[in-house]
């Protein structure tokens, strides 16, 4: 599959686990925890590889690499807010605040991918590399889905 199509695929997953999520309340906590394990465990892998495949892209061009450094800080700091979300008592009154900071995180970045980045990357990569960016993100996020008993490294 085209990596820009599963990449938007896997977003439109994650809103709608962050949707629910936002749903849930401290005496919901059982949901919650099932629901961030989920969440974890797919949207760890998703920012790994992405990192690890797609953003190379702009970090190799010297006119687009702020851009890339930029696309890193952001899934930086989703990870660690996702960690933390994953660690703290769901019952906690910072949860649900935090899941709001990480859910309007998302929602920007992802648009901003979807809208713009996209397209960007599909443009400096041309369409061979875009064949070969598909296949090594299949591969990167089965890889990171593999190792991923550990915490996401920051």
Do not use: C
Request: proline content about 4%; charged content about 35%.
């Amino acid at each position: 599959m085209d990596i820009f199509k599963r990449l938007k695929q896997e977003h439109q997953q994650f809103r709608e686990i962050l949707g629910r999520l936002l749903k849930t309340t401290s005496r919901t906590a059982d949901r919650r925890e099932e629901m961030i394990s989920q969440l974890y465990s797919e949207m760890g892998p998703h920012l790994l590889a992405e990192e690890e495949v797609l953003y190379p892209v702009f970090l190799d061009k010297k006119s687009e690499h702020e851009n890339g450094v930029t696309y890193e800080e952001e899934h930086r700091l989703a990870k660690q807010l996702l960690q933390e979300l994953s660690d703290m008592p769901k019952d906690d009154d910072n949860w649900k605040p935090r899941l709001r900071v990480l859910n309007t995180l998302f929602e920007y970045h992802a648009g901003m991918e979807e809208k713009q980045i996209f397209k960007r990357a599909k443009e400096i990569a041309g369409p061979d590399k875009v064949k070969q960016l598909s296949q090594r993100y299949e591969e990167a996020y089965e890889e990171a889905k593999q190792s991923q008993m550990a915490p996401m490294s920051m």
